[in-house]
């Protein structure tokens, strides 16, 4: 049976995330078979699995931290916000149902034992399972039937460590404040803390890091300083992609959407060199000079479309489309491109039909079924091989779709438009095949780089190891995995 540790954190976005993915890697550079876990992730941000599923992406990168192909068990609870007020909940990789926020409560209690059936299984097949917690245990509001957190841990009898975030300040605080708010057999779980995300010479912290030590008793892990090459890695949340501080080059700029999703899809083109990526938020127009606009994925594609005209930008897609820009939507975006929105049975929200943007000659009618699947295809335009995946409800056809954007086993899939300007796909995960992207840029009049998207991601691993090695008590820290 695998040993265990779980990696907390004082608040959200502390780092948990690249921490454990850091962790994994400096696990399996040890000879361990290692491999992630999260009980509860909340992310429209899904990878499809090896067995059939859908986990989030942080998940995703971790088992690749580990050598392995994300499966199922890894995320066996997966909340994707379709609005405001409510989820999908997703369970060891399958829909089970959509709550309301305030109902989600009632449920948890019995998620906890595919929660536990998931992490046994894991368990039984490893050495050391590295556990991501969500959000914090401070927040002891939400203690009652929590499994993401200090419910999971005492219930799998695993040991905690406790991160911290000086860059947001307050650091002592937010561990000291963690430790007097929890009960005591909650922090009694606590093996320790350590400090993520500090900018300059560790050393300056010396005398606070012991206050944290006194204050709580607690032994320290040490002082993580800032990972520069962070932002080299698939993003976890949308804010996370950069808007580059470059001028000149292929312009490409990508709307925020509200319910955006998958938007890792964008990681390869925030690399590349001779290319510059904007992503608009609410309240800007799409900039004159744009070469591409791409609209992305979304978790709730009407109620997205009604967001993306409240902010004026179906006006300007049309202007950008006059001035002879190009457009491509992903997924939902593909939808959104085209006449008619139709969902019949209320399967994203109030049953009904939306008008599209009319960029595509195309309808979608939302259907109950999901596709989860990898897939192959190659490029219509330039016969170029490449590896994707479909996460999506919907079927879209029309008289666009017979000038398919890709083949998948023959089929068509996707479609463009009559003056070849516009293109709409379900398929993600294209830009980080290197000969796509060259091929797809230069069909653009855009050059790719020599970048090696895959390969930059694991040496970008590897790095992240060899920060912790260098700042962190790595060996104390897995010592203490029960």
């Known amino acids: 049976m695998a040993r265990a540790i779980m990696l907390q954190g004082t608040g959200s976005n502390v780092g948990k995330s690249v921490l454990v993915a850091g962790l994994c890697r400096a696990a399996l550079r040890r ?10 992730n909340m992310s429209n941000n899904a990878s499809v699995t090896a067995d059939g599923g859908e986990i989030g992406r942080a998940q995703a990168l971790q088992a690749r931290a580990c050598g392995l192909e994300p499966r199922t068990d890894m995320n066996p609870i997966l909340l994707k916000p379709e609005s405001n007020m409510g989820s999908q909940v997703i369970v060891q990789g399958k829909r089970l149902t959509t709550v309301k926020a305030r109902d ?22 490893h050495d050391l399972v590295i556990v991501e917690g969500a959000g914090s245990p401070a927040e002891i509001n939400l203690r009652a039937g929590d499994i993401a957190n200090m419910g999971f841990a005492v219930a799998a009898n695993v040991p905690v460590i406790l991160c911290a975030d000086i860059d947001r300040g307050g650091v002592i605080a937010q561990v000291v404040g963690t430790q007097a708010v929890l009960e ?3 922090a009694g779980r606590i093996a320790g803390f350590l400090v993520n995300k500090f900018r300059g010479d560790p050393r300056l912290f010396d005398d606070g890091y012991q206050m944290i030590r006194d204050q709580t008793g607690w032994p320290g892990f040490g002082v993580l300083p800032w990972f520069d090459q962070a932002w080299r890695l698939p993003a976890e949340d949308a804010l996370d992609i950069r808007t580059q501080a470059r001028s000149g080059g292929f312009h490409v700029v990508c709307l925020r959407l509200s319910r955006i999703a998958n938007f890792d899809d964008l990681d390869p083109l925030e690399q590349e060199p001779g290319l510059r990526l904007t992503m608009l938020d609410a309240g800007r127009p799409i900039p004159g000079d744009a070469d591409l606009v791409i609209l992305p994925g979304s978790k709730s594609t009407r109620a997205d479309l009604a967001f993306l005209r409240s902010q004026g930008w179906d006006i300007d897609l049309q202007a950008h489309h006059r001035r002879g820009g190009h457009i491509l939507g992903i997924c939902g975006g593909y939808q959104m491109l085209g006449r008619v929105i139709d969902d019949p049975q209320g399967i994203e929200g109030p049953a009904g039909a939306s008008e599209g943007l009319g960029f595509l000659d195309v309808e979608t009618t939302m259907t109950g079924d999901k596709s989860l699947t990898r897939v192959s295809a190659e490029h219509v335009a330039s016969g170029t091989p490449f590896q994707g995946y479909e996460i999506h409800i919907g079927r879209t056809s029309g008289p666009d779709a017979e000038r398919p954007f890709a083949r998948v086993n023959g089929a068509a899939e ?7 300007r516009v293109a709409g796909s379900y398929l993600h995960g294209m830009f980080a095949e290197d000969g796509f992207r060259a091929a797809w840029l230069a069909s653009h009049g855009a050059q790719a780089s020599d970048l090696g998207y895959e390969q930059a991601v694991e040496d970008t691993l590897d790095a992240l190891a060899q920060h912790l090695e260098a700042h962190l008590d790595i060996e104390a820290l897995l010592a203490a995995a029960t």
């Open 31 to 40: 000879g361990l078979r290692v491999a992630p876990f999260k009980p509860q």
């Open 104 to 125: 989600y409560a009632a449920l948890k209690p019995s998620l906890m034992a595919p929660v536990l059936d998931s992490f046994a299984r894991l368990r039984q097949t």
């Open 184 to 186: 005591p057999t909650d």
């Open 414 to 420: 996707g479609a463009i438009s009559a003056d070849g």
